[in-house]
């Protein structure tokens, strides 16, 4: 708990751009804000599960967090989730996995899509270039709606980790890179760092949130993660039955396309929904697929005045 307490404090000053604490000239609403988000991880505190641990993940699957990961369950962690200024789809929503060491600064977003058996034959096929080319199209495509909500135009950059299937185990991850049109190309970006385990009956999505100086360090974190992910006995992926079990409308292509980002409810999130402390950018409503959140804005730490600066 006292880990735990201080991995949320240091997030928490990250947000907030200093050590934890309200200008006296602050308006109320927006001490409102910040005491209801302290207050949210103090709650996530108290439900919450400290690694090493195996913690089951609704009826599907369990999860072993190791040392120094922390995992904040469905209700505490919905209320983090919008505290920070982020919607939550219900029937999706699992919890959170938290960082606690030292120099920690990431979290996990856990959802399970229950939509089906996806088909992952089409992994063989796809081409990396092709999928960026169209994640540019659609980042392009969804600019116009973005300009006409009051947002930033946006654009990809590149991929961070074009997508990577493993047949064998039925896990996906990728991420791309993506910026404010305009902003200097060497600044720090927020990171969205996507994986995914298939299932009989739909699929895991463990969604990293890291930042583009962090994301060599931080991925491991997701990766390790990912293979601590087991299904039940009856609920893996090769327990899947063509003779009774549904299939899902789409295929393994559209987790890195649009269908992911609607089932997670990340359509809204991006497209409508802004705090100053917890911005929402969405890239590509079109074809993304899932949306990259930012839920802190890294600076860097002034030592001289003993906070974060």
Known sequence: ??????????????????????????P?????RKAELAAAWQAAGNAGTAGPADIPLIDQATLKIPTGDFFVPKAEAARVMRALGNTVHD???VGLVLGTRQNDRWLV????????YIKDDAAKDWNADDLLKNLKEGVDDSNKDRVARGFPEMEVIGWI??????AAAHRLVWSVLGKDKGAPDDAS?????NTYALGREGYF?????????????????????????????????????????????????????????????????GLAFVLKFAKAIFIGAAVVGTGVVKFFRRKPRDDSTGGAA
Request: neutral net charge; without cysteine.
């Open 1 to 26: 708990m006292r880990k735990f307490v201080a991995a949320a404090g240091v997030i928490l000053s990250v947000i907030f751009g200093a050590q934890l604490g309200f200008s006296q000239g602050a």
């Open 28 to 32: 109320s609403s927006d001490a409102a």
């Open 205 to 269: 999505s463990l969604n990293l949130l890291s930042d583009s100086a962090r994301i060599a360090t931080d991925k491991s974190a997701a990766h390790e993660l990912l293979a601590n992910l087991s299904y039940q006995s009856g609920k893996r992926y090769e327990d899947f039955s063509a003779s009774t079990d549904r299939i899902a409308e789409y295929g393994l292509l559209a987790l890195v396309g649009s269908v992911a980002a609607k089932k997670l409810g990340l359509l809204a999130l």
């Open 161 to 166: 980790e074009p997508p990577n299937y493993d």
């Open 91 to 93: 029937t999706s929503f």
């Open 189 to 193: 970006k927020d990171v969205n760092y």
């Open 109 to 116: 977003v856990i959802n399970y899509i229950k939509e089906g």
